[in-house]
């Protein structure tokens, strides 16, 4: 019987323990204030974003980061057979485009699935 992963990341609106109760992958999205970066949900709470936001500053967020995303796939690629990666749209986020350059890299299974939303779709797809 074929193992399967499922990979999401944090604009999923999943947090760590669901996404560990489900069984799901996921992948912090980075957040930058200032000069600082954070690890999305790790490292800064949806609340301190707000209290941010507040202060009249604007975070911006990217991709997790390749070695996060690399060093997932290496040990996914050990444990299944394939792996359904449904990250943040391809139009505000480059971490779609960079696991399927990383599967391709470690000829993985990897179906990445563009929903072309965030948040609640991302998560229902995900689960």
Known sequence: ME?????TDTGSNLSFKQAKELGIYLLPLQITIDKTTYQDTLEISTQD?????AKGKMPKTSMATYQK???LFEKLKKEYDTVFAIPLTNGLSTNASTMQSIAREL????HVIDMYSTCELEKHVAI
């Open 69 to 71: 995303i690399y060093n």
């Open 3 to 7: 193992k399967i992963a499922v990979v």
């Open 49 to 53: 974003i707000y209290k941010e936001l």
């Open 107 to 110: 000829e993985m299974n990897v």
